[in-house]
């Protein structure tokens, strides 16, 4: 790996740290405004609405330009959206916007890898990217939750105070906010200096019209894939699962172990340290074309899920969370560069991974409905958690019993 990956590897994790910190920035500052519970898990909707509605243009921008000009782009938008909140904008239209830059910028952080490496760098780079991007959620979670935190952000909001110039900041989900900013203006600064790859598979056409059909064309295709339709069908139920298990921690931490919601958002990062460890082993152990081969590890980490109901003791609480992000990281990682690279072979990067943010945020966009119907029913957090690990382990199983043996069913 040279200079230019690790670029890239930067750029990914300041942009990914900003991200995960905001998230409970803006959580915070909606329990300042006095939200009702069922706002958190919209918040993330507003957030990956964007990934769904503008799936067929996203992957046609981002093979469009030289992808480290469309991260720069993208950081830029974000930077915007995390600004519209510290200046007033309610936090559910201030993180759609937010979610806006990340819809735009997902296809380019992943597609240059496809235009960048070689196949057989492919799971060795996604488990850079991966370890680092959860790298970032680890921090994120941790800055966001010290940030947030009263007894460390008041002081700090001392500090910050500027004789006869008010600056705004009066709160520690503002003091948080800004901090935030300065990360997304580094993102964007490392952008800047990422390598310039030559543009792969550019859009026959900008027409909105053509590019609906050509992001159909693609949905179908990879669908029809037999390994493109096994790698898509996990990695969508995962990240679905993944995003809601965060919200899920935190309501859980609160019941289970009396955690304010500054500690509460430093024990996800636990579940993130797992997603690390999980993806260096997947990078050790598991070749390209045995992917197929980790699903039954999915059906595990439901099982895993159903696990915390009972637990009480904060140290059990840790060591079952990084399990659990273990086995996330160790089946998603293989999967993922399985798909990419059936995606880049059949259409381009930018594109497969665009109809990959599609289905994966849709996903998401079902799964954290569903939760915040429950939440609006004041359903028991040990019911919700219950419903969850038997969906997650059900659909694994299910996936398991018709793909198993697909990997012998299409050539990597």
Wanted: aromatic fraction near 10%; charged fraction near 10%; hydrophobic fraction near 60%.
């Amino acid at each position: 790996m040279n200079l230019g990956f690790y670029i890239i590897l930067a750029a990914q994790f300041l942009s990914a740290l900003a991200d995960n910190a905001l998230l409970f920035a803006a959580i915070a500052l909606l329990k300042d405004l006095s939200s009702p519970a069922w706002h958190t898990p919209v918040l993330q909707q507003s957030f990956i609405i964007s990934y769904i509605v503008l799936a067929p243009f996203v992957g046609a921008f981002a093979d469009s330009l030289p992808k480290g000009r469309v991260m720069f782009i993208s950081n830029i938008i974000k930077l915007a959206g995390c600004v519209t909140m510290l200046v007033g904008v309610h936090p559910l239209i201030a993180y759609c916007l937010v979610g806006l830059g990340a819809a735009a910028y997902s296809p380019a952080k992943y597609g240059i890898l496809t235009e960048y490496l070689a196949p057989d760098q492919l799971v060795k780079a996604n488990s850079w990217m991966e370890g680092l991007t959860v790298a970032a959620i680890v921090l994120g979670a941790l800055v966001g939750g010290i940030l947030i935190t009263p007894s460390i952000a008041n002081p700090l909001l001392q500090l910050w105070d500027v004789p006869l110039i008010d600056t705004g900041i009066d709160t520690p989900p503002e003091l948080a906010i800004t901090v935030i900013v300065l990360i997304y203006i580094a993102a964007a600064i490392f952008n800047l200096y990422i390598p310039r790859v030559a543009i792969d598979h550019k859009p026959l056409s900008r027409s909105p019209v053509f590019l609906v059909k050509d992001f159909w064309h693609c949905f179908k295709l990879l669908w029809k894939d037999p390994l493109g339709q096994v790698s898509l069908a996990v990695t969508t139920l995962f990240w679905g699962a993944g995003a809601t298990l965060r919200l899920l921690v935190l309501a859980w931490a609160a019941v289970a172990l009396q955690y304010d919601i500054g500690a509460a958002a430093k024990l996800t990062a636990w579940v993130a340290i797992g997603i690390a460890i999980g993806s260096v082993l997947a990078a050790k152990f598991i070749k390209l074309e045995h992917s197929v081969k980790v699903l039954p590890v999915g059906i595990a980490m439901g099982v895993a899920v159903l696990m915390m109901i009972p637990v009480t003791n904060s140290i059990l609480a840790i060591l079952l969370l990084i399990a659990i992000g273990a086995m996330g990281g160790y089946f998603v990682v293989p999967m993922n560069a399985l798909l990419q690279h059936r995606g880049h072979l059949l259409m381009g990067a930018g594109r497969s991974i665009a109809v990959q943010n599609f289905n994966e945020n849709l996903s998401i966009f079902a799964m954290l409905g569903l939760y915040a119907v429950m939440q609006k029913l004041e359903l028991s957090i040990y019911l919700i958690i219950t419903v969850f690990g038997l969906l997650l382990s059900g659909i694994m199983a299910a996936l398991y019993k018709r793909h198993g043996h697909d990997q012998d069913k299409g050539r990597i």
